[in-house]
């Protein structure tokens, strides 16, 4: 059993920062790949960007430059900086994880991003 908690959504204003925070419980959180997703208002969730164990990223085009993945093994930690921030970037932001077989998922964080 693997419990993700997200943390540091809120409200920002165009052009401005967050970053988010997703602790796992997992006791061997270092082997695992860790990944954001996002999930507007009446949409599909997407894919935001992926950090394997090697370090190895992966970002959707739409914030490519942008948002920064990493992980810290030693807080069983996984970040998500997010700069330059758009009000297309409104969503609720998931962290998920893939555990023998079983995907895993946080209970969410909003982001609004304000014009």
């Known amino acids: 059993q693997v419990q993700l908690v997200e943390s540091g959504g809120g409200l920002v204003q165009a052009g401005g920062s967050l970053r988010l925070s997703c602790v796992s419980s997992?006791?061997?959180?270092?082997?695992?790949?860790m990944g954001w997703y996002r999930q507007a208002p009446g949409k599909q969730r997407e894919l935001v960007a992926t950090?394997?164990?090697?370090?190895?990223?992966n970002y959707a085009d739409s914030v490519k430059g942008r948002f920064t993945i990493s992980r810290d093994n030693a807080k069983n930690t996984v970040y998500l900086q997010m700069n330059s921030l758009k009000p297309e970037d409104t969503a609720a932001y998931y962290c998920?994880?893939?555990?023998?077989?079983?995907?895993?998922w946080g209970k969410g964080t909003l982001v609004t991003v304000s014009s």
């Open positions: 950090i394997a164990s090697t370090g190895r990223t």
């Open positions: 997992g006791s061997i959180f270092s082997i695992y790949a």
């Open positions: 998920t994880t893939t555990v023998a077989g079983r995907q895993y």
